[in-house]
């Protein structure tokens, strides 16, 4: 399985930016989806989820009610639509897959796509 994520850049405090993972090769072995971040001297965190064949989501409480996970099943892509963004926002995001094998263990990750938001 290799993940492509994409749709990273600058903005303003308030704006908005949508992210996409393109999922390819051996799909039908991914679980769930999700997003991470990470700044410099920081351990990575955890963002969203998404079940792939499902759709059940989960979010770190600081962004629900202003980020949204969402899959294409069609397209093989996973999206993070990002609004109402925040200074402490800023990170690298990731994509990751989780197999069906060890229960909460990631096996496979994109190589992340900077996100900046200005104040």
């Known amino acids: 399985v290799q993940l492509q994520a994409s749709g990273g850049g600058l903005v303003q405090a308030g704006g908005s930016l949508r992210l996409s993972c393109a999922v390819s090769g051996r799909t039908f072995s991914i679980y769930k989806m999700g997003w991470f971040r990470q700044v410099p001297g920081n351990e990575r965190e955890f963002v969203a989820a998404?079940?792939?064949?499902?759709?059940?989501?989960n979010y770190e409480d600081s962004v629900v009610g202003r980020f949204t996970i969402s899959r294409d099943n069609i397209k093989n892509t996973v999206y993070l639509q990002m609004n109402s963004l925040k200074p402490e926002d800023t990170a690298t995001y990731y994509c990751?897959?989780?197999?069906?094998?060890?229960?909460?263990?990631?096996?496979?990750w994109g190589q992340g796509t900077l996100v900046t938001v200005s104040s």
């Open positions: 990751a897959g989780q197999g069906y094998g060890v229960v909460g263990r990631y096996d496979y």
């Open positions: 998404i079940i792939w064949s499902g759709g059940r989501t």
